[in-house]
C-alpha cells in the first residue's frame, strides 16, 4: 500500500497510508473508534473508492487476484433472514474455482465438510443461518472463507460479540493457516489479545501510528500516540509486552 487517503464526502478519514507485508503472519489492525481500521481493510479489498494512492497484492491490482483472497465481514453487514442453510453458504466459497454456472463436484462438498468440522459447525450444517447465534454465524462465514484456500484473509472483528468457545476455535483456525504460510489480517479491538496471540501488528488513528512485530511496535509510546490521553490498560500493555514476545 503505497500513499493510500480515503475520504468520505470529501473529508478524509485516512491519510497516506504506506506499509508493506511480505511473510506469512497474524496481523491485527488496531485503533480507537473512528479511527478508519474497517475503512482501511475495505480499500485493501478494493470495495470503496480511494482519493489517493494504490495497494497491490502479489505484484498487480486487487482485482486480478480476488481468486487469493478471502474476506470475512463484520455481522452487521449480512442478512441473516436470507433463505440459505449453514451447508449452502460455506459451499458458497468455493465458487471462486467452480465458476457460477457449474454444478459443485463431490471434492466441493467435501471441502465444504472439512471447513464446517474445522469451525466446530458440522452438527448445524442444514440450519438456516438467521436461526445460530452470533456466536456460530461468525464460525459459519469463517467455514467460507475457508473454503476459499485462499493465501490472504481479511477479517473485519472477527471477534466481536462472540462467546469464549468461538474466540479460540476463531483464534486456532487463524494460527493453523498462519503456519501453513497464509498472511492472516484482522481488525480486532481487544489490545491483550493482540498482544497474546498475534505475530504483528498495524497501530491506526487516521493515520498510520506504527506498524511491525508486537515487541517492538506494541509500545506504551505508540499505544498513547494512538489512543491519546491516559489510559490504564496501556501502562499493562507497555509495561509487559517485552515479557509476552515468545513463539505464537
Known amino acids: 500500500m503505497h500513499d493510500l487517503t480515503v475520504a468520505y464526502r470529501h473529508r478524509p478519514v485516512l491519510w497516506n497510508i504506506d506499509f508493506q507485508i511480505e511473510e506469512p503472519q497474524l496481523l491485527g489492525i488496531v485503533g480507537p473508534n473512528g479511527a478508519g481500521k474497517s475503512t482501511l481493510l475495505k480499500a485493501m479489498l478494493d470495495l470503496i473508492p480511494i482519493l489517493s494512492g494504490n495497494v497491490s497484492m502479489f ?110 476455535v476463531v483464534l486456532k483456525v487463524l494460527r493453523d493457516l498462519r503456519d501453513q504460510g497464509k498472511l492472516l489480517i484482522v481488525v480486532h479491538h481487544d489490545l491483550l489479545s493482540v498482544q497474546r496471540s498475534f505475530d504483528s501488528v498495524l497501530l491506526l488513528n487516521g493515520r498510520l501510528i506504527a506498524h511491525g512485530p508486537i515487541a517492538t511496535t506494541l509500545t506504551e509510546e505508540n499505544l498513547r500516540k494512538t489512543y491519546g490521553g491516559y489510559l490504564p490498560i496501556l501502562d499493562h500493555i507497555g509495561s509487559t509486552v517485552q515479557q509476552e514476545t515468545g513463539p505464537r
Open 59 to 168: 505484484g498487480k491490482p486487487v482485482g486480478q487476484v480476488r481468486g487469493r483472497i478471502g474476506y470475512v465481514p463484520q455481522r452487521e453487514s449480512v442478512d441473516w433472514d436470507f433463505p440459505i442453510s449453514v451447508r449452502e453458504t460455506v459451499l458458497m466459497g468455493t465458487y471462486g474455482r467452480l465458476g457460477w454456472f457449474k454444478r459443485p463436484k463431490p471434492a466441493d462438498h467435501e471441502r465444504t465438510q472439512a471447513c464446517l468440522e474445522a469451525v466446530g459447525m458440522e452438527d448445524f450444517a442444514d440450519r438456516q443461518i438467521g436461526r445460530l447465534s452470533g456466536g456460530q454465524q461468525q464460525r459459519v462465514f469463517l467455514a467460507r472463507s475457508l473454503a476459499q484456500d485462499a493465501d490472504i484473509y481479511f477479517l473485519d472483528e472477527p471477534f466481536a460479540g462472540v462467546d469464549a468457545a468461538t474466540e479460540q
